[in-house]
């Protein structure tokens, strides 16, 4: 990739006339992704995309432009453009001198996805494929994906920071459709993470495959749920996607900013039960949201964002940390060389209590037991969120019974949070891409289970 004197005059024309703060973003990425479908392998899609992305900061306001020729005269013609929109002059000459940052953590990867031969990624999804239909007649779709992508950035900017960072990246999806009649039920699982192929020495595909189908059969068999206000029991193994949803991008500073969030002017506040402490933390080893360095050259790190119930902090890009008068809390991500930098959320989860799952179970006469939690959606400016419930139980007298389907959880984010009476010990994460403006990276998100003493759970009525 480019070098600190090539950058440094980059960020010198950038700023030519006039700015506050600029960066440079180049990206190498070598993706790989196979699609199988109805038993053979529908899709392989591989190949090579870099580029450069060029953005100047003016008045609390940023210009971008990003290229995929980069040639010497093209990157600087690119920035002569993009420091147009700083309107004056510079105050002197401009000065710069970049230094190699260092990482606050460092990450082994193993296997580096184009040291495994294409025919031994192909087997693992055919393995998977044969293993689920072996299953039953009542399977009608298998659906396999795998992917692999090394993403290696360059970043500079002008308060004198230069790094670099290889991201490695391995995914493996399952989504199985199973019918009985007029009865359609589907079951999903998903693997991966910041880990090579060695991802796939540690957890057996077939495996996860078989888990996905066995959801989807067992879920043929269950009864409609009756909906109504009751305990709701959230697994450890349903991941963090409520944490993620119900308060995490709530906590992302430009939303905040903004006044689009519930959580907006709330530092030091109470907004959750004091067994309530959320986390956003990049340095987390394997993990599918973690970096050396975010897409801004700041160094991940691990954020406290509500502590005991307390709001504690938010999620930083450079930009959001300049208007409050903080430092970046190393969040600015970015897509591609395409998009600018925002602030998005890393590994974000709730921390471990002091219960303990089979306690909290015992404690609830009657209720729901969510085991794997679906899409869902939230607004962030009151807070109310549903979620769906791919895979729940009945909770009778303390023991989890059967299975139910049709189940949505509907609620407001804080009022749910203050509400949780009982955090465990266990710490269960699941995977997923984020959207937000145009934009999808990826995270991963967790929580313990817990017990929630009344939400709506929708159903029949």
């Known amino acids: 990739m480019f070098k600190e004197n090539f950058c440094n005059e980059i960020l010198k024309k950038a700023l030519s006339k006039g700015g506050e703060y600029a960066d440079v973003f180049f990206e190498n990425k070598l993706p790989l992704s196979i699609h199988l479908e109805d038993n053979k392998i529908e899709k392989i899609f591989s190949g090579t995309d870099k580029g450069a992305g060029i953005r100047v900061v003016?008045?609390?306001?940023?210009?971008?432009?990003?290229?995929?020729?980069?040639?010497?005269?093209?990157?600087?013609?690119?920035?002569?453009?993009?420091?147009?929109?700083?309107?004056?002059?510079?105050?002197?000459?401009?000065?710069?001198?970049?230094?190699?940052?260092?990482?606050?953590?460092?990450?082994?990867?193993?296997k580096l996805p184009g040291s495994t031969p294409l025919a031994e990624k192909l087997k693992l999804l055919e393995k998977a494929d044969t293993t689920v239909r072996k299953l039953s007649s009542k399977?009608?779709?298998?659906?396999?994906?795998?992917?692999?992508?090394?993403?290696?950035?360059?970043?500079?900017?002008?308060?004198?920071?230069?790094?670099?960072?290889?991201?490695?990246?391995?995914?493996?999806?399952?989504?199985?459709?199973?019918?009985?009649?007029?009865?359609?039920?589907?079951?999903?699982?998903?693997?991966?993470?910041?880990?090579?192929?060695?991802?796939?020495?540690?957890?057996?595909?077939?495996?996860?495959?078989?888990?996905?189908?066995?959801r989807a059969l067992m879920m043929l068999k269950a009864k409609k749920i009756k909906g109504g206000r009751m305990p709701v029991v959230i697994s450890s193994k349903a991941g963090g996607t409520m944490i993620h949803e119900a308060i995490g991008h709530g906590l992302e500073a430009d939303i905040v900013q903004q006044g689009l969030s519930v959580y907006s002017d709330k530092r030091g506040e109470k907004v959750a039960s004091h067994l309530i402490t959320v986390i956003d933390d990049g340095t987390m080893s394997g993990k599918r949201g973690s970096y050396r360095f975010d897409d801004e050259g700041s160094p991940s790190q691990k954020t406290v964002l509500v502590e005991r119930g307390k709001i504690k902090g938010y999620m930083y890009d450079r930009i959001t940390a300049s208007k409050d008068g903080v430092s970046p809390t190393g969040n600015g991500r970015r897509e591609s060389y395409r998009s600018h930098p925002i602030p998005r959320m890393t590994n974000t989860y709730l921390a471990s209590g002091e219960s303990s799952p089979q306690e909290i179970i015992r404690s609830v006469p009657y209720g729901l037991f969510v085991k794997k939690m679906g899409g869902g959606q939230v607004n962030t400016v009151t807070g109310d969120f549903v979620f769906e419930v791919p895979e729940g139980y009945l909770l009778k007298d303390g023991e989890i019974t059967e299975p139910v389907r049709g189940a949505t959880l509907t609620g407001n984010g804080p009022e749910i949070l203050k509400s949780i009476d009982m955090v465990a010990s266990d710490l269960g994460f699941s995977i997923g891409t984020c959207g937000k403006d145009g934009q999808g990276v990826p995270v991963s998100d967790a929580m313990p289970t817990v017990r929630i003493p009344e939400i709506v759970v929708g159903g029949e009525t």
Not at 66 to 86: G, H, I, P, Q, W
Not at 147 to 159: K, L, Y
Not at 198 to 212: H, K, Q, R, V
């Open 58 to 110: 003016f008045n609390g306001k940023s210009a971008y432009a990003y290229t995929n020729e980069l040639t010497r005269d093209s990157l600087f013609e690119m920035a002569l453009s993009v420091s147009k929109a700083a309107r004056g002059e510079p105050e002197g000459k401009v000065h710069l001198n970049l230094q190699r940052l260092r990482p606050h953590v460092d990450f082994n990867i193993l």
């Open 139 to 214: 399977i009608r779709q298998v659906s396999i994906g795998y992917g692999d992508v090394v993403r290696t950035v360059t970043i500079a900017n002008s308060e004198g920071g230069f790094c670099e960072d290889e991201r490695v990246y391995s995914l493996f999806a399952v989504n199985v459709i199973s019918a009985d009649g007029d009865i359609v039920q589907t079951g999903s699982e998903t693997l991966g993470g910041f880990i090579g192929f060695e991802l796939f020495d540690e957890e057996n595909t077939e495996t996860i495959a078989l888990t996905a189908a066995k």
